[in-house]
């Protein structure tokens, strides 16, 4: 996998230049998997999609109390995200600000596993060893 793998074109018009004054209008798109359709939904359609529970992550999962707003809001079950799942990753990054990427990094690895029946450690290094100075 190479970090090319992930860029695109995005036009500037796609990109927010200010957040919207009422946040629940803010923007969500929804992929799905199986037919790899795109929806361009609104984020109070969220609900419309969360089946079991809430996974909160990123840096805002780090504030106080958001974990049982979220149960509130949503009235489904949260948890905060976390990366436990990596053998070997270091307790510095297995934090739920981290979760988002990593398990996309995960993801892509399981994907490109399939493909090539490589290694997650083959994969990473292959992915990231330019950006530490190793290959």
Not at 25 to 51: M, N
Not at 57 to 76: D, K, P, S, V, W
Not at 116 to 135: A, D, I, Y
């Amino acid at each position: 996998m190479r970090t090319a793998d992930f860029e695109y074109d995005l036009p500037p018009e796609l990109i927010a230049q200010t957040p919207v004054t009422q946040r629940d209008e803010s923007r969500l798109l929804v992929l799905h998997r199986a037919s790899a359709k795109i929806d361009h939904r609104r984020f109070p359609d969220l609900l419309d999609y969360l089946r079991a529970g809430v996974v909160i992550c990123g840096g805002g999962a780090r504030i106080a109390g958001i974990q049982q707003l979220a149960e509130r809001m949503f009235q489904l079950p949260g948890c905060l995200g976390k990366t436990s799942s990596i053998a070997g990753l270091k307790s510095a990054l297995d934090q739920p600000e981290f979760a988002t990427a990593i398990g996309l990094v995960k993801f892509g690895s399981f994907q490109q596993k399939k493909k090539s029946g490589g290694s997650l450690t083959r994969v990473l290094r292959e992915t990231f060893g330019g950006f530490l100075g190793r290959k």
